[in-house]
């Protein structure tokens, strides 16, 4: 099949691709369409359906569904023309084609979550960690294969976890730089400061905003989280808790990108910095890696609201 970070304007396109939107829709001239939004693990493209006829076959969201179309290229951005659609059928396609991967290995990125559960020394803090990432039993079966964003960053399987521990891993570099931080705090805000995301979002294929997500967000259920497994642990000084989850509540840094609180203690600005670090970089990495191989600038990225160059020697 050909992949659609691999679609060119005017390219037939026959293949598989996962459903992951469906609409019908009224044009101007009161003509029904279909708009949809097809997935592989490269990504995501719109596609308009304008002649529903005998070609157009019965297909829900979340279907593989086989389609034949032409790329078109509307305000800058590839779109398909879909003229047949027909359901998949088993055998026909490999589900891997269809939702994107981390390159990273989850096991050896659990690995280093549970060496830095062990390299922390308060007891309390520990139990905690450990109650979370291996007790916790939805968790531990859920932390290797979730997203740690709809789209922004990290949104694909395992994306989660590789963020959680590249900005450990960032953290676990700056506590050592400065004075004044209390590490145990640090490593742990660090490593459950996305934790509510695996609740925040559903699982893949869908990868999107649950009912729970959408009310509250993945700052308030982490927070939540944090508060449960603490009651279980006899004596978790509320100091030691209150820190953690204000590392947690200030993370995005400013009132306007969700935070509640501003970062108040060295810990908190300094997860809050590789948080944003790490989450920033992946989506400069992500645009390079989409980009013509051909071309030094990329192109603008709306969510950095910059143009994008590539460094080249």
Not at 32 to 51: M, P, R
Not at 168 to 178: A, F, H, P, R, V
Request: charged share 25%.
């Amino acid at each position: 099949m050909k992949y659609i970070e691999d679609f060119k304007e005017d390219d037939l396109i026959i293949g598989h691709y996962l459903c992951k939107q469906r609409q019908s829709l009224k044009a101007r001239n009161g003509k029904t369409y279909l708009s949809l939004f097809l997935q592989d693990k490269t990504g995501i493209i719109n596609a308009k359906v304008w002649e529903l006829n005998n070609d157009i076959q019965n297909f829900v969201e979340k279907d593989v569904i086989k389609i034949e179309g032409v790329v078109l290229i509307y305000q800058n951005t590839p779109q398909l023309r879909i003229t047949k659609i027909r359901k998949s059928k088993e055998g026909e396609y490999d589900t891997g084609d269809f939702i994107p991967t981390t390159d990273k290995d989850v096991d050896s990125l659990y690995n280093e979550i549970l060496g830095f559960i062990s390299s922390v020394s308060n007891v309390h803090i520990k139990t905690l960690l450990e109650n979370i990432f291996v007790k916790n039993v939805y968790i531990n079966e859920n932390i290797k294969t979730h997203s740690a964003a709809k789209s922004l960053h990290h949104g694909y399987m395992g994306g989660l976890i590789e963020h959680i521990v590249s900005v450990t891993d960032i953290c676990n570099y700056l506590s050592g730089k400065y004075k004044f931080v209390n590490r145990d705090i640090l490593i742990a805000a660090a490593l459950v400061h996305d934790i509510g995301k695996i609740y925040e979002l559903s699982p893949f294929p869908d990868n999107d905003y649950t009912d729970q997500g959408e009310l509250l967000g993945h700052i308030v259920i982490g927070v939540e989280l944090i508060n449960s497994e603490a009651a279980k642990i006899e004596g978790f000084p509320q100091e030691t808790l209150n820190l953690i989850k204000h590392c947690i509540v200030s993370h995005h840094g400013e009132l306007e990108f969700g935070s509640p609180q501003p970062p108040k203690t060295t810990e908190a600005m300094l997860l809050h910095s590789a948080d944003s670090t790490d989450s920033k970089i992946k989506m400069y990495e992500e645009a390079l890696e989409k980009a013509d191989s051909k071309v030094t600038w990329v192109g603008y990225h709306k969510l950095l609201a910059r143009n994008i160059r590539k460094s080249t020697l």
